[in-house]
């Protein structure tokens, strides 16, 4: 594997946390971006401090014509793409008994509407030019459940399924399941329910941080054609 990344790269979800550092990561190593989330000012000042070949636009990835003007843009900017990492994601937990139905509604919407309108947007051109790349933001929580986690975490279990069927249906598109452990982002700020808010911050005592993911994602992008990384899953540990 070459250090250079020579593809242009769609990432959602790249105003904050591992989007981010997957812009950074994946812009150290040469590659082409377009970049998209709702909260533009980061986006541009993202754009602004990289230089050179990221491009950005306003994407609500809940937004089917979103994100088709999104990729269009895209291929515009740079006449192609080649990949895609679905990263947009929510996470406001709470349990079940508390009928929080408009926040479960969001996270269905987000995290697995927002995949699917992605792969939407990409899919025919991939089809069309005989390759390309899917790499999905799922979670630990696609592996197991955590209490208050039952409607993220069936979020992330149907990205997994997703990636999964993708990866069936297309033997010329590559599909990659990213799975982090606990990073420290600004994942989970919006939880209503302080008893688990504050949870959270105990569970982020042991965390990773957003460049690990983005290294793993690096990494899945980076193989030689013919060559699909299907999962990655990263955990923190004891540092040392
Ligand atoms: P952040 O909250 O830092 O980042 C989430 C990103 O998603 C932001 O850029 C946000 O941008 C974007 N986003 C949210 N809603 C939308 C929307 N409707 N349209 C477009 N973009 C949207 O969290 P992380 O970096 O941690 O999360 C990234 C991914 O990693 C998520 O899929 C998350 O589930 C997953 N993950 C995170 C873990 C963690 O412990 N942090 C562990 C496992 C998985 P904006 O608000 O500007 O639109």
């Not at 990213?178 to 700020?189: D, F, H, Q």
């Not at 569970?203 to 054609?225: E, H, M, N, V, Y």
């Amino acid at each position: 594997m070459t250090d250079s990344l020579n593809k242009t790269v769609l990432i959602s979800g790249a105003s904050s946390g591992i989007g981010e550092a997957t812009v950074r990561e994946l812009a150290k190593a040469g590659a082409r971006l377009f970049i998209g989330a709702r909260r533009t000012d980061r986006l541009e000042a993202l754009a602004t401090e990289l230089g050179g070949e990221v491009a950005w636009q306003a994407l609500d990835v809940t937004d089917a014509a979103s994100f088709t003007a999104f990729a269009a843009a895209a291929e515009a900017r740079f006449g192609r793409i080649d990949a895609l990492v679905n990263n947009a994601g929510i996470m406001p937990l709470s349990p079940l008994a508390a009928l929080k139905q408009d926040e479960w509604n969001r996270m269905i919407d987000v995290n697995i509407r927002g995949v699917l309108n992605g792969i939407a947007a990409v899919l025919p051109r991939f089809v069309a030019q005989g390759g390309g790349h899917v790499v999905n933001v799922a979670s630990i929580g696609a592996h197991l459940v955590v209490p208050s986690g039952a409607v993220y975490c069936a979020t992330k279990y149907a990205v997994w399924a997703i990636t999964e069927g993708l990866r069936q249906e297309h033997d010329e598109v590559r599909a990659t399941i990213i799975s982090p452990g606990v990073v420290a982002t600004e994942l989970g700020n919006d939880i209503t329910d302080p008893a688990i808010a504050s949870a959270l911050k105990d569970w982020r005592q042991k965390s990773l941080t957003p460049d690990a993911i983005a290294r793993a994602i690096r990494f899945a992008l980076g193989q030689p054609d013919g060559v699909d990384v299907n999962e990655i899953i990263v955990r923190p540990t004891a540092a040392n």
